[in-house]
């Protein structure tokens, strides 16, 4: 059996994963309003991936004897000033879910839940990456974006991206 604080705190993860769903979801319908189809399909893919993130942990809850207290989402942003401005905010985003979930692995901890540890683990080195992409993209973009070829170009890049649910062991 989970224990109540741990059960707390990956509920309000679920949320924020969910919330993160959300704000790519919206992101990819401003880049398809600017043209940029495949950064729209990239925020898509991502918009994917978040919600299996948030499934994962529902399933988890549950496999644990838990149960799992879905909450509202919160409203997300609609527009950015520029593709570059957008990939800014993704990545200070997943840097604010790095802290969130390892503040997840600090109560794992201080339980000795050792399961929800060996469970957390898969996040921690998932959130690597989730970083790194995103700095990738919004170097490049900075660099670009000012130039409308280049701009078509690289976006083409992402049009090929296609969801693979790497959640499911
Ligand atoms: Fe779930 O990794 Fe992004 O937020």
Redesign the pocket.
């Known amino acids: 059996m989970i224990a109540q604080k741990m059960q707390k705190e990956i509920n309000d993860q679920i949320n924020?994963?969910f919330w993160?769903a959300y704000l790519y979801l919206s992101m990819s319908s401003w880049f398809t309003e600017q043209n940029l189809p495949g950064l729209a399909n990239w925020m898509y893919v991502?918009y994917q991936?978040?919600m299996a993130?948030?499934m994962k942990m529902f399933r988890y809850i549950h496999e644990r004897g838990g149960e799992v207290k879905l909450q509202p989402i919160a409203k997300v942003p609609t527009s950015w000033k520029s593709p570059s401005a957008a990939f800014d905010e993704v990545f200070k985003?997943?840097q604010k879910?790095t802290s969130l979930i390892n503040k997840l692995m600090d109560t794992a901890v201080e339980l000795k839940d050792y399961a929800s540890i060996s469970f957390l683990n898969w996040?921690i080195d998932?959130?690597v990456e989730?970083e790194a992409n995103a700095s990738d993209i919004y170097t490049t973009l900075k660099e670009i974006e000012k130039m409308p070829g280049a701009l078509r170009m690289y976006d083409k890049e992402f049009a090929s991206r296609k969801f693979v649910d790497e959640t499911q062991e």
Do not use: L, R
């Open positions: 924020a994963e993160s991502q991936e978040e993130h948030g985003h997943e879910v996040y998932e959130q989730e």
